[in-house]
């Protein structure tokens, strides 16, 4: 077989091994923020930073959530890492915004953080303060879920099939299962352009 059938032999062997109830839980979970108008934060580092800005875009335009990014104000990321490092930026961000026990923080992280390997450290710091203030936590992570995948509410893990694919599979699998939430009947109250264009 070539890589590109390889690849995409990978991706079917994922979505056939998705835990469905986990994205289930984490579609209740922000139901009720949604509810209880309450915020999503979506946390990333890298591709993951990139798809929380798209997320973001989504969770507002098409479910109506209050939703936000640190990565999407570069002064204020780069002032906070220059000011006090990388491993308190999203931490103290979250602190500025307010963050409570309405509000859910998102994370979207191939490894979820994990502080003995010094990996993304700053997600697991801003996670802890989640805890604290009693957010919700959610994500979709890779490998083993890492920080994350120990302390959410609901964490989708995409299954490693293939120990070279692992950051491009997680990073891949985040868009398709928040494009599933978002377009979810019960999540969605707009209608996605290409959708209502006949």
């Known amino acids: 077989m070539s890589y590109v059938d390889n690849y995409l032999a990978e991706a079917m062997t994922i979505t056939e091994q998705i835990n469905r ?31 929380a800005s798209h997320a973001v ?3 507002r335009k098409i479910a109506g959530i209050e939703s936000y990014s640190p990565c999407d104000n570069v002064s204020e990321l780069t002032a906070r890492t220059n000011d006090d490092g990388w491993e308190s930026v ?18 979207l992280s191939v490894g979820g953080g994990n502080r003995e390997k010094n990996v993304s450290v700053n997600l697991v710091r801003a996670l802890e303060y989640a805890k ?45 299962i928040w494009h599933l939430i978002v377009s979810d009947p019960r999540m969605r109250i707009a209608e996605m352009k290409w959708e209502s264009v006949k």
């Open 21 to 51: 109830d986990d994205i289930e839980k984490m579609i209740e979970i922000i139901l009720d923020i949604r509810r209880n108008n309450g915020r999503l934060f979506f946390l990333g580092v890298g591709g993951g930073a990139g798809n």
């Open 57 to 59: 875009n989504d969770f």
């Open 90 to 107: 999203f931490v103290e961000w979250l602190k500025g915004s307010h963050l409570n026990n309405k509000d859910a923080v998102f994370v």
């Open 132 to 176: 604290k203030t009693e957010a919700k936590i959610i994500g979709i992570v890779g490998r083993d879920g890492g920080y994350t995948g120990k302390v959410a509410d609901a964490c989708v893990i995409v299954p490693t099939v293939n120990a070279a694919t692992v950051t491009a599979h997680s990073e891949a699998f985040q868009a398709v």
